[in-house]
């Protein structure tokens, strides 16, 4: 028996505002859905297990047919081979959207044997299946599933028949062809929708007196701007005192299920989550509390409900669309009271709405923006509720109409009377057309009846003019209940594809390589303990060859002039002087820097020595025997060396390749970019495996603002190590410098995705989309940021808190309210827009000008600087304002030697508790010398309600400042600094390089004095204790010159490139007498070219007093 429907006929959609021009027309014909039930397995019924069962199938409300009566054998299996369909055409009738949210019904009936005068049989329902038909939407014209039959109350299916097993039903489903086209496949989407619980709901809501329907309701697009609602009928109002179980399974928005367990749709269930990681409001840890209580305590209105909804392609245009202009959906809830009236003879009774009225009227924004991020297709969270008011929902969400209070009128208007299948479409009609009838509550699924086309509630962005309609609500007392009582709904939105793809690591990884190609590996390298052997023979003949040279420099003429005259006690005596002379030059610590390397490896790869020792005895033991094999070794290797094997050159001083950074750092802190230049260079010869040497080398040329040399570096680190995050970040930062945007997109979106919890990853990231004019993306981006950076804070926390023990409560909360989002409290940001010109000093002088402004406001003013808007649904912000904006053009060329000497630029300024993912950023682009990038986020950091004109943000605006050789404004500023942490002995080191910088060495002497008398040393002492002293040195305070010497000797040997370094030992010289010492330093200062005239004037004036030093006298 095949009964198709006939009823709930749709008329015919027309065309949206969307069209897809290529999609395939799909026939206007309906096509016939089969549903067969094959077989049943353990059954059994009420007068024993072999009973007479038929079933009936329903979809839509609608009977499909009823299968012929079939004996269930003494195994609990019964053939029933039953077919039943219905037809479906998107034309009118049956639609995409019930196949979506409505089920077939396959309800199990045992038939009763007649007994003695009995007319009719008699019937008892055993249990009901629930068959699903989402795969249909997902391209399938056929499947096969087993469903189990849920029994009902009284059923003697509540007791299986076997443990093992539950009773069930196998299913076919069938369709002659599929029902959506590969383009509807491919363009459309399923949009799913659950509603969990209102809860902390107001006090006057008791579950005693009047039956309430409490009822949530909100609209999508189905068709181009046509919208659909979705309605959440029949809450349960529950008292408090338990939390809700997780998990726990979704239901139907069906009413009138037969069997309990049918209502649950399979495979869904409620999970729940942390707070924190939800989407909506009260995920903040300040929340917590609050959320506990109401979700444990207070009562609540429990549905449990998930509505689907399919959008064809021209839907989800307009839904992203949609998004995108609105931001935030309304998503209203209202209660209505049930009345009881009399029907039929028997004195029955159903709940209907005669006349029912409007009360709690309610409305809760839902941010709906993340369903615009990359990959993301679900968002859930809690959303407060708040009164329905129309200017306010109009303004915040561009909705002209309520659903629960106008679209009733406006179907009347049109000459739709079917309603939306809601009690108050009923309402509506008893108005107007004077008609009390009362509608059925068991007709009611949650779903307007098919033909119900709903005109777009939400106002065309072209159009200003409102719709006509009943006069809007300016007051809504009971509403304000709900924020009196700090009512909330948990909600969930999912869709079954992403409305705006991800790119797939894979692909971003197979990018970076086709840009980046990775280099080969290196070959390996054999070695060993006669490797080791071999190495230090030939480090003895080059320091042999050496000494030999410098012998025959000092003595030579006179190893010519006597030959084989001399006699032991002058050859004792050239001894003493060579000895002397390597140890005043610095050679002899040269030498032993250049033997340490070889001799490190005789121990670890010949006596495999790679541990410390356990006892000092032990240690004597075996340096007394690597002493002798040395010794040894040092013999074997002389024998070997002929003289003919003497060479000219004299081999270079071996440095480490930490040595040799520190000394680049030194030229770079000084200005001489050539030499610094050179020792970057001659780390790459050394080590050109080595990433680390070309990212520094890189950010050297980052400093000189040489980026294309920069850029090079960076993609040869990329190359070593295509994971590398700092070196993905540079590449994408260098390409946002050079204008290379898609690039710069693809090294920030890889570097997410290989660390996904990386802060500075995503501030980049956003700061690119901000470049882009992409605000949703920029919003993703700084979101994930701060969330990631608010994860991290509370692990801090935690973890201290276990090796501390309890902490206090109020300093804890404290805390946790400083860990808001990176520019919203509670959901809002200040709405700032700034405009800069071209040019890291435009956007540098827009800083200094709103800086001056706020410190007027603050010197008339108590009240801080920047003070953030809690989040007040009365106000509307837009979301091209949310966000600070810089116009982005081409930079302008500024010379390196227009900066001036700049502190290290890995500063690292303490990170408080209170720090902000851009001030991370800032640091990250401090470290690297993308002093060109800073500026951007400096405008960030100020602005952010968790950032602010801080200590730490004066300290990196002060020394931007030096770099311009803006002295003025870098003191003002670093007196700002001081102003708000005066024990920051950061603050005096930067303040010491100022005026160390300006030349005002008695000032700068007392900054570094102070600087270093602090408990806690500044981030960088390394330039405070030589900066200081060279002052001392000036100020002849070093009267021990013997000392004097040491050092600088040491200093020599360290670096013997560094032309102040020969210079003070020529100084050192002239004062103790020792002319052919001095004319030789002095020789080795002007040939490195020393550019301190003060110090060279210095030297001469020396020279002149004492009459030797200068061999051009």
């Not at 999508?220 to 309605?231: A, N, T």
Request: aromatic letters at 8%.
């Amino acid at each position: 028996m095949h009964l198709n429907p006939t009823l709930g006929k749709r008329p015919k959609k027309t065309e949206g505002l969307f069209p897809v021009g290529d999609m395939e027309q799909v026939p206007s014909a309906g096509r016939l859905v089969q549903i067969t039930v094959t077989e049943g397995y353990d059954l059994k019924g009420f007068k024993g297990d072999t009973p007479v069962t038929f079933i009936r199938a329903e979809f839509n409300q609608v009977v499909l047919g009823d299968s012929a009566k079939i004996t269930v054998s003494p195994e609990g299996s019964a053939k029933y081979n039953f077919t039943s369909s219905f037809e479906f055409n998107p034309e009118g009738g049956i639609t995409s959207d019930d196949l979506a949210h409505k089920p077939v019904f396959l309800t199990v009936t045992e038939v009763l044997p007649k007994e003695k005068k009995q007319k009719e049989e008699k019937t008892l329902i055993l249990g009901q299946a629930v068959v699903d038909l989402l795969p249909l939407l997902e391209g399938q014209s056929s499947f096969q599933t087993t469903v189990p039959l849920h029994p009902v109350q009284g059923s003697p299916l509540e007791t299986p028949r076997s443990s093992a097993k539950q009773c069930s039903l196998e299913v076919k489903v069938l369709v002659a062809e599929p029902l959506l086209t590969t383009a509807q496949i491919s363009g459309g989407n399923l949009l799913k929708v659950t509603l969990e619980a209102a809860y902390s709901v107001p006090e006057s809501f008791i579950p005693t007196g009047p039956g309430q329907n409490y009822m949530v309701g909100l609209q999508v697009p189905s068709l181009g701007e046509k919208d659909y609602p979705i309605l959440f009928k029949n809450g349960t109002l529950k008292l408090g005192g338990e939390r809700e179980p997780v998990p726990r399974p979704k239901k139907w928005p069906i009413a009138n299920i037969l069997a309990p367990g049918a209502n649950n749709i399979p495979d869904a269930f409620i999970v729940g989550g942390p707070y924190e990681e939800e989407e909506g409001e009260l995920n903040h840890p300040e929340d917590s509390e609050f959320r506990n209580q109401a979700e444990c305590i207070k009562k609540r209105i429990i549905w449990d409900l998930e509505s689907r909804c399919y959008l064809d392609p021209s839907a989800v245009v307009s839904f992203q669309k949609r998004i995108a202009d609105c931001r935030l959906w309304p998503v209203e809830i209202t209660r209505v009271p049930l009345v009881t009236i009399p029907k039929g003879k028997a004195g029955k009774t159903e709940k209907t709405d005669e006349e029912a009225q409007l009360s709690f009227h309610g409305v809760a924004y839902v941010n709906m923006v993340p369903l615009l991020y990359p990959g993301v297709k679900r968002i859930r969270g809690a959303f407060h509720v708040y009164p329905y008011l129309d200017s306010v929902v109009h303004e915040k969400t561009k909705c002209l109409l309520s659903l629960f209070r106008d679209i009733g009128h406006h179907l009347i208007h049109n000459n739709k009377i079917g309603g939306i299948n809601s009690l108050l479409s009923k309402q509506a009609v008893s108005k107007n057309l004077k008609e009390d009838k009362p509608v059925k509550e068991k007709d009611i699924d949650g779903r307007p009846r098919p033909g119900d086309v709903q005109a777009p509630s939400i106002k065309s962005q072209s159009s200003d003019t409102p719709l006509e309609g009943e006069p809007p609500l300016s007051h809504n007392p009971e509403g304000q209940q709900y924020v009196e009582a700090g009512t909330y709904i948990v909600l969930e939105i999912q869709l079954d594809k992403a409305l705006v793809p991800k790119r797939m690591p894979e692909e971003l990884a197979r990018r970076v390589k086709e840009m980046i190609p990775p280099r080969p590996p290196l070959t390996r390298r054999t070695g060993g303990a006669q490797k080791a052997v071999s190495d230090y023979h030939i480090q003895i003949k080059n320091i042999s060859r050496a000494i030999l040279d410098e012998y025959y420099r000092m003595f030579g003429k006179q190893v010519a002039k006597l030959e084989s005259d001399m006699d032991s006690e002058t050859l004792e005596e050239q001894k003493c002087q060579l000895s002397y002379e390597l140890n005043c030059s610095g050679k002899y610590f040269a030498f032993k820097e250049q033997l340490k390397h070889a001799v490190v490896k005789i121990v670890r790869d010949k006596y495999l020595k790679t541990t410390s020792f356990e006892s000092q005895e032990e240690l004597q033991t075996f340096i007394s025997e690597l002493y002798v094999f040395l010794v040894d070794q040092m013999h074997v290797a002389l024998n070997q060396t002929m003289p003919d094997d003497v060479q000219g050159t004299v081999a270079t001083i071996y440095t480490s390749s930490e040595q040799l950074q520190l000394f680049a750092f030194e030229a770079e802190v000084n200005e001489n970019f050539e030499m610094a230049a050179a020792y970057y260079k001659e780390r790459l010869v050394r080590e050109p495996q080595n990433l680390d040497h070309w990212l520094d080398y890189g950010a050297f040329c980052l400093l000189t603002e040489d980026n294309i040399k920069a850029q090079e570096c960076f993609q040869k680190a990329l190359s070593l190590n295509q994971s590398h995050i700092h070196s993905l970040l540079l590449c994408g930062v260098l390409a946002v410098l050079l204008e290379n945007y898609e690039q710069a997109e693809i090294f920030f979106e890889d570097a997410t995705c290989l660390e996904p919890t990386n802060v500075v990853a995503w501030t980049l990231l956003g700061l690119y989309y901000e470049i882009q004019n992409n605000d949703i993306r920029m919003e993703m981006a700084f979101h994930e940021a701060s969330k990631q950076l608010q994860a991290r804070m509370l692990q801090a926390q935690v973890t201290k808190q276990k090796s501390t023990g309890v902490e206090d409560t109020e300093e804890r909360g404290k805390r946790e309210s400083s860990l808001g989002p990176w520019g919203i409290t509670n959901g809002s940001a200040t709405a700032i827009k700034v405009e800069a010109p071209a040019g890291p000093g435009a956007a540098l002088s827009i800083l200094d000008k709103f800086l001056e402004e706020s410190s007027k406001l603050q010197s008339d003013s108590q009240e801080p600087i920047l003070t953030t808007q809690t989040w007040d649904p009365s106000i509307s912000q837009k979301p091209s304002n949310t966000f600070i904006k810089e116009i982005p053009t081409k930079k302008e060329a500024s010379k390196c030697q227009d900066s001036s000497a700049l502190l290290h630029p890995g500063l690292h300024y303490g990170v408080s508790q209170t720090t902000t993912i851009f001030m991370e950023t800032i640091h990250f682009l401090m470290k690297v010398k993308a002093v060109q990038y800073v500026h951007r986020v400096l405008a960030h950091e100020l602005l952010c309600p968790q950032g602010g004109p801080s200590c730490e943000y004066y300290l990196v605006l002060a020394q931007t400042h030096i770099l311009k050789k803006n002295f003025a404004k870098a003191e003002e500023y670093l007196q700002q600094a001081a102003q708000m942490d005066y024990l920051n002995p950061n603050v005096w080191g930067l303040k010491g390089h100022l005026y160390f910088l300006s030349g005002n060495h008695s000032e700068a002497k007392a900054c570094y004095e102070r600087t270093i008398s602090f408990v806690v040393d500044a981030s960088e002492m390394h330039f405070i204790f030589l900066r200081l002293g060279l002052i001392y040195l000036e100020e002849k305070e070093l009267e021990e010159l013997t000392e004097a010497e040491d050092a600088l000797s040491e200093a020599n040997a360290l670096n013997n490139y560094n032309a102040e370094v020969w210079a003070y030992l020529a100084l050192v010289c002239l004062k103790v007498g020792r002319q052919l010492e001095a004319e030789q330093a002095y020789k080795y200062m002007i040939k490195l070219k020393l550019k301190d005239e003060a110090l060279l004037a210095e030297i001469h004036t020396l020279q002149e007093t004492v009459g030797f030093g200068n061999p051009s006298f």
